[in-house]
C-alpha cells in the first residue's frame, strides 16, 4: 500500500477558511480505482501557522501515480491557487510505501 501526504502551513486565523474549502470539496475520490482511505489531519500551531495534512492511503503508488495523471485529478485541484492568501509557504508532498 501506499500513503500520499500533503503538509500545509495555514496562516493564523484562516484555519477555519482552510477546514471550509475542504468540507466542500467534490474530489470524487472514492471512485478512483486503488484509493482506500482520505483524512484531513491538523498538527500543532505556532506563532507562524497551524500544520495540516491531507493524507491519502492506496493500494499501490502506481494507483496513486495513475490518479495524479487523470482528468479527475484536474478537476479535484482545479480551483487550488484561488486561495494562496491563507497558506505560508506551498504544500509539501510526502509519499510512502507502507512495509509493516
Known amino acids: 500500500m501506499y500513503i500520499a ?3 500545509f ?3 493564523p486565523g484562516k484555519e477555519a477558511h ?3 474549502i475542504w468540507r466542500g470539496r467534490d ?3 472514492a471512485s478512483v480505482p486503488g484509493f482506500k482511505t482520505f483524512n484531513l ?3 500543532d500551531s505556532t506563532g507562524d501557522y497551524t500544520l495540516y495534512a491531507s493524507h491519502t492511503t492506496w493500494h ?3 494507483d496513486f501515480v495513475a ?3 487523470s482528468e479527475s485529478f484536474r478537476e479535484a485541484h482545479k480551483n487550488a ?3 494562496n492568501n491563507i497558506y505560508s509557504g506551498h504544500p509539501i508532498f510526502e509519499g510512502f510505501e507502507i512495509i509493516l
Do not use: A, M
Request: net charge positive; aromatic share 8%; glycine share 8%.
Open 5 to 7: 501526504l500533503n503538509r
Open 9 to 11: 502551513k495555514i496562516l
Open 18 to 20: 482552510f477546514e471550509k
Open 27 to 29: 474530489s470524487k475520490l
Open 41 to 43: 489531519i491538523r498538527g
Open 60 to 62: 499501490s503508488k502506481d
Open 67 to 69: 490518479w495524479t495523471k
Open 81 to 83: 491557487g484561488s486561495h
